[in-house]
């Protein structure tokens, strides 16, 4: 397949700048006798160029020389990359993740999805929106995880048909964080009081403000279980595991050796590894996979004040899906 369109694509570009060679010299010299005849065969060879290039771009679109698409999952997953102030800059933007892989799956060029994954997880809902589009794919979908696999990660790698990791890979974290800050000492010390009106008794629950009461508490514990029961189900459903191995990791990390070998792993291998259980898949040879990266559609100035904004993560980082608007904060 790669063979055949290489030497299409190769046809048509010598045929486009041929033509166009052919009438530059037709146009603009004969026999280069005068200035005006050098200038036309410097004319000529401009219109030759653009012609090389234009018939490429047309090789290129008709017959792509790419057959697997890649997305990549880099640092923490949220909504909107941090603008809301509750992620950390360099995050991985859910929405422009979800769009490039189904543009990859409406490309009829594209025939399996590799899954970059180097994420330490992120908010729940943005993370289960990427592990959707994974698995709507229509074709074999592998993630791989490079340095870090982690909650969010590991969410969405249930979503694809394989997991791959690299020995030291660091994988797992299937768990859940609920957090909140109490500051209602601190208020006593300044002598401030906390005063709100609330219609509903669990309103307010969470406010930093106040102490947390025991039937506040429990009803924060149960919003954390919940997430967590929802994690072990998609864990488990989408990896084919038992749920009470996931349960009994109790959101431990783990090398991805250790991983492969309790299950949490399918393979362990490096990227030229994957690329050969990819084409293995495809039923074609290790040679004929040729992977394009599809990357966000955004403007330049935009991509360019996202690179501005990146940081390094640090490893300790989970998934930080808010889910409560006052200060109570979860993540996997």
Not at 255 to 281: P, Q, Y
Request: with cysteine.
């Amino acid at each position: 397949m790669k063979g055949s369109h290489t030497v299409v694509r190769l046809g048509i570009v010598l045929l486009g700048t041929a033509t166009v060679a052919a009438a530059g010299v037709g146009l603009f010299v004969v026999v280069p006798t005068t200035v005006a005849d050098v200038f036309g065969v410097v004319l000529a060879l401009a219109a030759t160029l653009v012609g090389f290039r234009f018939a490429s771009n047309i090789a290129r679109s008709v017959f792509p020389a790419y057959n697997v698409a890649e997305v990549a999952v880099e640092g923490p997953i949220t909504r909107d990359g941090g603008r809301s102030g509750l992620s950390s800059p360099g995050s991985t933007l859910a929405d422009d993740v979800v769009d490039q892989i189904e543009r990859a799956d409406e490309d009829g060029n594209v025939d399996a999805l590799l899954v970059k994954l180097n994420t330490p997880g992120g908010q729940v809902l943005p993370s289960d929106d990427i592990k959707l589009a994974a698995e709507r794919f229509d074709g074999p979908t592998i993630a791989y995880a490079t340095d870090l696999c982690a909650s969010g990660g590991y969410w969405i790698a249930s979503g694809c048909d394989e997991l791959w990791a690299r020995d030291a890979s660091i994988v797992g974290s299937i768990g859940v964080v609920g957090s909140r800050v109490n500051a209602a000492e601190l208020v006593d010390r300044v002598g401030l009081s906390y005063e709100q009106f609330t219609a509903g008794a669990y309103k307010d629950a969470g406010i930093p403000l106040k102490t947390l009461e025991d039937h506040e508490r429990e009803y924060l514990q149960g919003i954390v279980d919940g997430y967590y029961e929802s994690f072990v189900e998609r864990v488990s459903d989408g990896r084919g595991l038992d749920p009470e191995l996931v349960r009994e990791t109790e959101a431990r990390v783990y090398l991805g050796a250790d991983a492969f070998d309790i299950g949490l792993v399918d393979a362990l291998g490096t990227r030229e590894d994957v690329e050969e259980a990819v084409a293995d898949r495809l039923g074609i040879g290790d040679d004929d996979v040729v992977v394009e990266a599809f990357e966000p559609e955004r403007p330049l100035m935009a991509r360019v004040g996202v690179g501005a904004r990146s940081l390094a993560y640090a490893f300790g980082a989970g998934l930080s899906g808010a889910a409560h608007e006052r200060g109570f904060r979860l993540r996997t």
